[in-house]
T-cell receptor, first 112, second 113 residues
Framework: DGGITQSPKYLFRKEGQNVTLSCEQN?????MYWYRQDPGQGLRLIYY???????QKGDIAEGYSVSREKKESFPLTVTSAQKNPTAFYLC???????????FGDGTRLSIL | GENVEQHPSTLSVQEGDSAVIKCTYS??????FPWYKQELGKRPQLIID?????GEKKDQRIAVTLNKTAKHFSLHITETQPEDSAVYFC????????????FGGGTRLMVKP
C-alpha cells in the first residue's frame, strides 16, 4: 500500500550497534505494528501501538524498542541485545485494532 | 494465547484446478480472520477476510469458509492461474488477545502452467 513507507529497504548492522528502522503512514490510522519474518516462516509480532504515546510488547519484544511520538510514525530500534537480528521486518497499520492491516514493503536487516 | 496452525505448508496444483488451504485456531473468542498473499520479497497483501458472524464470503475466484464450532477456516481458490503462485497466510484475532493478529506459518502455492 502506498500509504505506508518503510526505510531503508536494506540495512546492515555491525556487532554491538543499535539500528533504527523507519515506518511512516499517511492513512490516518490509529494502530501500528511491527512484525518479524524469518525465511519460510510466518509473521511474529514484536510491538504494537493503538494510540499515540502508548505501545505494548508483542510475542518477541526482547532486544527491540519502539516509540510513538506522532500518529504517523512508529520507528523500531533493533538493539545490540538482539543476538539474532537477521530477518525481514514488516510494519503495518490499521484504522483500529481488529480492522484490516496494511503493510509496508519491509526492511531486510543483515549482520556485517 | 491464540495459536493458529496452517496446512499444507506447500501446495502444487495444475493451472485451472482449485486450491484449498486450511487453518485451525485455538481461542474460541477469535472473531476476525484475514487471509494475506505474499509474493517473494514483497509485502503481504490482504486478499479476503471474514468475521465470526458469517460462515462464508466470496470475491470472484476466492472464497473463505468459517466453522466456529470446529474452530477452523479455509481459503478456496478456483480456476487457479500462474499469478496465484505465492505464499498465503491466514490469521486470527481475538478480544482476549487485545485484537492482535496471530498468523499461521504460511502455505507456498505453486500453480503449474
Amino acid at each position: 500500500d502506498g500509504g505506508i513507507t518503510q526505510s531503508p529497504k536494506y540495512l546492515f548492522r555491525k556487532e554491538g550497534q543499535n539500528v533504527t528502522l523507519s515506518c511512516e503512514q499517511n492513512l490516518n490510522h490509529d494502530a501500528m505494528y511491527w512484525y518479524r519474518q524469518d525465511p519460510g516462516q510466518g509473521l511474529r509480532l514484536i510491538y504494537y501501538s493503538q494510540i499515540v504515546n502508548d505501545f505494548q510488547k508483542g510475542d518477541i519484544a526482547e532486544g527491540y524498542s519502539v516509540s510513538r511520538e506522532k500518529k504517523e510514525s512508529f520507528p523500531l530500534t533493533v538493539t545490540s541485545a538482539q543476538k539474532n537480528p537477521t530477518a525481514f521486518y514488516l510494519c503495518a497499520s490499521s484504522r483500529l485494532s481488529n480492522q484490516p492491516q496494511h503493510f509496508g514493503d519491509g526492511t531486510r536487516l543483515s549482520i556485517l | 494465547g491464540e495459536n493458529v496452525e496452517q496446512h499444507p505448508s506447500t501446495l502444487s496444483v495444475q493451472e485451472g484446478d482449485s486450491a484449498v488451504i486450511k487453518c485451525t485456531y485455538s481461542d474460541s473468542a477469535s472473531n476476525y480472520f484475514p487471509w494475506y498473499k505474499q509474493e517473494l520479497g514483497k509485502r503481504p497483501q490482504l486478499i479476503i477476510d471474514i468475521r465470526s458472524n458469517v460462515g462464508e464470503k466470496k470475491d470472484q475466484r476466492i472464497a473463505v469458509t468459517l466453522n466456529k464450532t470446529a474452530k477452523h477456516f479455509s481459503l478456496h481458490i478456483t480456476e487457479t492461474q500462474p499469478e496465484d503462485s505465492a505464499v498465503y497466510f491466514c490469521a486470527a484475532s481475538s478480544n482476549n488477545a487485545g485484537n492482535m493478529l496471530t498468523f499461521g506459518g504460511g502455505t507456498r502455492l505453486m500453480v503449474k502452467p
